[in-house]
């Protein structure tokens, strides 16, 4: 079992920078595939990026490659988000997930966050 508590959302101009933390808990956080993922109003969840076990492969969806780094802290059980060059159109809740084997769909990750809200103004 594995608990996911997403922050650092807020609200942020254009062309601005946010870091977003997923802290988990359990001692076994060095064996998941974390992912963050988005969903805005009106919109399906999005994949944004996942991270492997040992932080040796990610992935993006084309829409925040080159602008948002995912990286992990084992030591910490924690796994980051670092957002730069944000436009309106990242403005959505953003959540982070975690799942045995590595993916990039939503299905297969088994324990979820909160989410955190990120408003990008223009």
């Known amino acids: 079992q594995v608990q996911l508590v997403e922050s650092g959302g807020g609200l942020v101009q254009a062309g601005g920078s946010l870091r977003l933390s997923c802290a988990a808990s359990?001692?076994?956080?060095?064996?998941?595939?974390m992912g963050w993922f988005r969903q805005a109003p009106g919109k399906e969840r999005e994949f944004v990026a996942a991270?492997?076990?040992?932080?040796?492969?990610?992935d993006y969806s084309d829409s925040v490659k080159g602008r948002f780094t995912i990286s992990r802290d084992n030591a910490k059980n924690t796994v980051y988000l670092q957002m730069n060059s944000l436009k309106p159109e990242d403005t959505a809740v953003y959540y982070c997930?975690?799942?045995?084997?590595?993916?990039?769909?939503?299905?297969?990750?088994?324990?979820w966050g909160q989410g955190t809200q990120v408003t990008v103004s223009s």
């Open positions: 997930a975690a799942r045995r084997s590595y993916g990039v769909t939503m299905v297969g990750y088994d324990y």
């Open positions: 359990g001692r076994t956080f060095n064996r998941y595939v």
């Open positions: 991270i492997s076990w040992s932080g040796g492969r990610t």
